[in-house]
């Protein structure tokens, strides 16, 4: 069988990706890592990649700061990354002059001041803004049962990435497919930023799904699991 890799997000360890894994794991050997200061990742040091280098040919699925990660392996190890699944991922997470399909750079600095002030508090605020325009009260309370998963130091460390990571000029260059799975009520990455990448890379193919916000693969799931078991590379 073939691995699958799955790279969270930022806020959530990897248990958030649990229900999926099990709609999966009859098809993938998957691995399920936590990044440094998450679940049960070493915080040791930050100086290292947050993500370990690939030891076997891998189909990598990322979520959100997770999908930049999975575009990074595709970039610098071609040779062992036979596709990607990324879930509401952006190749630039915070707007700049030239870019206009991320977060707001004011709406990002508060929210990074909130959470130096008050972890607790905004990460709150995260939970409800992984929420779609519809309330999911389950997929709700599972993002709460795991939005104290990460330290203070992960959390700032992770924004910082978000903050400074910009893979517009690379993305190009990536050529295994790709499936980009978005929803279209997403609060934190517009969905305009898959279009984007649906028109850069080569061998990508978008999926949308009206309803489930940024954390849609819990509310969507099912349809998630059967997408990718359904693509090309399988």
């Known amino acids: 069988m ?3 890799l799955m790279l969270h997000g930022w806020g959530f360890s990897s248990t ?6 099990n709609s999966l794991q009859a098809d993938f050997i998957i ?17 290292d990649s947050p993500v370990a280098p690939l030891q076997s040919p891998s ?7 997770g999908g930049l990660a999975a575009m990074r392996l595709a970039l610098q190890q071609p040779e062992l990354v036979s596709g990607l ?3 509401a991922a952006t190749p630039c997470f915070v707007n700049r002059e030239d870019w206009k399909a991320g977060m707001d750079e004011n709406v990002f600095e508060a929210f990074h001041q909130q959470v ?3 972890q ?7 939970v409800r803004l992984n929420s779609g325009a519809k309330i999911d009260r389950s997929s709700r309370e599972v993002l709460a049962a795991h939005a104290g998963d990460a330290g203070r130091q992960a959390l700032l460390a992770g924004m910082e990435e978000l903050a400074d990571t910009d893979l517009r000029r690379e993305v190009k260059n990536i050529k295994v497919p790709v499936l ?13 930023a898959s279009h984007w990448l649906e028109e850069v890379m080569p061998a990508a193919r978008l999926v949308e799904f009206p309803l489930g916000g940024h954390a849609f693969f819990l509310q969507q799931g099912r349809e998630v699991a059967t997408l990718i078991r359904s693509m090309s590379w399988i």
């Not at 958030?16 to 894994?21: E, I, T």
């Not at 440094?36 to 040791?44: L, V």
């Not at 980009?180 to 305009?192: E, F, G, S, T």
């Open 31 to 47: 691995e399920a890592p936590d990044r440094p200061g998450y679940g049960d990742g070493n915080a040791a040091s930050y100086a």
């Open 85 to 87: 699944v990324l879930l």
């Open 59 to 65: 189909l990598v699925l990322g979520w959100s700061l």
């Open 2 to 4: 073939k691995t699958l």
């Open 180 to 192: 980009l799975l978005h929803a279209a009520d997403d609060r934190v990455v517009p969905v305009k």
């Open 116 to 118: 130096m002030d008050d």
């Open 120 to 126: 607790r508090s905004a990460m709150q605020q995260f």
């Open 16 to 21: 958030v990706f649990a229900p999926l894994k």
